[in-house]
């Protein structure tokens, strides 16, 4: 069965899941290009990934492969990539988007993100550019508007379909909305039962800006911050909801953001637990579940980017919800 997708604003649409790619800091490269494969075998047909991963060779080497063997072609795949930090300046744009998409292989990206609001300086290699005393070098003075002249570049030349962002504020979404001729079609941040975002979310939608979910299990091998109490994953409330359903915890967080026309970016390594998350679409939550998940919110994030702080542009200051 074929996941359903959403319509953006520009009239392309949106798989509502695809699959992470995000393998941490020691990335397993063998494991990531059998993840892609078994992905699109179920019938996945986004693939999330982002420079900063380190893995955009695999990522391609694995839809190649499923190209090669005529399980798919190229336009039956939705791929995602995002622009690093360090390349927010207008002249590093469009070099580090040829480079995801020579590293993937392709012609074309369907999405390019911008991947945070927050720029760093341009140091030659440097994922993460800091001063003798471990400080990030932040570039303060771009401005996300011309940053994003940038991005819409890309569109005009037929290098990418639509242009989004992620982890942006409702600030700096204002602030490219009255500054751009193409709209963003999409925000990609954090959602989950424990960071529900309902303002953020509705902010989105009410604007036609898609949201996908990142860490929807709420990351459990990658806490940056102190885990909540059960861990989202050992919930039992939640686990109560999925027994009415016969579906994992795993299934029905899924489920609960699809319901809110959130699409999601499960990320696994294991071929039954990427098969397991794509049987989200033969279930229905009610209104009632919903708001049971909805109230365990705790504002609770797995990436708060504290080291990001220290930026004009961190986008984390306020509360939403
Ligand atoms: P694994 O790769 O062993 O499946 P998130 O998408 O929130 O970042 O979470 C990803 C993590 O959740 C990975 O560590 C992944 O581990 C685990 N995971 C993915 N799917 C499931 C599932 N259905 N049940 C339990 N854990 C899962």
Known sequence: MAAPKAKLSNGCEIPMIGLGTWAGWQTQSVQIREAVKTAIDTGYRHIDTAFLYKVEDI????IMDKIQDKTIQREDIFITSKLWQTFMAPEHV????QK????LGLEYLDLYLIHKPIP???VEGEMIPKDEDGNVLFNDSIDHADTWREMEKLVEEGLVKTIGIS????????HLLDNCSIKPAVNQFEVHPYLTQTKLVEFCQKRDIHVTAFSPFGSPAEYENQPPDPPLLQNPKIKEIGERHQKTIAQVILRYLLQRGISVIPKSANAGRIRQNFQVFDFELTDQEMSDL???NQNWRVYPFDFDAKSRHYPFFEVYD
């Not at 990522?59 to 694995?62: D, E, K, L, R």
């Not at 469009?94 to 988007?97: I, N, Q, S, V």
């Not at 995801?100 to 590293?103: E, G, H, R």
Request: avoid cysteine; hydrophobic fraction near 35%; glycine fraction near 8%.
């Open 94 to 97: 469009k070099p580090a988007f």
């Open 294 to 296: 909805k109230a365990l």
């Open 167 to 174: 982890n942006f504020n409702h600030h700096q979404i204002h």
């Open 59 to 62: 990522v391609g080497a694995g």
């Open 120 to 122: 760093y300086k341009y």
């Open 100 to 103: 995801t998409l020579k590293d």
